[in-house]
């Protein structure tokens, strides 16, 4: 099998300007847009604080003396950011790109609590956890689509 190799360079030139941010250009507000070395880059405001979260949660989980890691944190932590998502679907408010961070960084610390309880401590509650959310975030976008299409 033969690789084509300029389909390669072209497939990776579309989805280069995703690779920080998956957010298409009417969507730019949401993104935080520095300029490093002349070139404007677009970072997802709420993944931006996801990340993070995720390796506080994980650090918290394994023994960080200071941060708090009770496994309902998974349950709770993840309600800001698809209340603020919810919020910013559904009516005219725009929300914020701190507000979007500050949401990223609960979901993310939930996330990285999650992936220890679920991973190490066997707390099978957390998957319980993640279909509930991962249910009601698709029914919220089939609702969406269903109102985008009139």
């Known amino acids: 099998m033969d690789v084509d190799w300029s389909e390669v360079r072209t497939g990776l ?4 300007p995703f690779l920080l941010s998956h957010h ?4 730019y507000h ?3 847009a520095p300029e490093i070395r002349g070139r404007r880059i677009r970072l997802c405001a709420r993944c931006t604080g996801i990340y993070p979260g995720i390796v506080a949660g994980l650090w918290a989980f394994f023994g960080a003396p200071v941060l ?3 496994w309902w944190f998974v349950a709770v932590l993840p309600l800001p950011a698809l209340l ?3 919020l910013t679907a559904f009516t005219p408010r725009e929300g914020s790109n701190p507000g979007r961070t ?3 960084l609960l979901l993310g610390y939930g996330y990285g609590l999650g992936l220890g309880y679920l991973f190490v401590g066997g707390n099978v509650l957390v998957l319980l956890v993640g279909f509930c959310y991962g249910f009601v975030a698709a029914a919220l976008l089939w609702y ?6 009139g």
């Open 13 to 16: 030139a579309r989805t280069r």
């Open 24 to 27: 298409v250009p009417a969507e």
């Open 30 to 32: 949401r993104c935080y």
């Open 68 to 70: 708090p890691r009770p």
């Open 84 to 86: 603020d998502w919810s």
């Open 102 to 104: 500050v949401t990223g």
């Open 144 to 149: 969406r689509e269903q109102r985008a299409q």
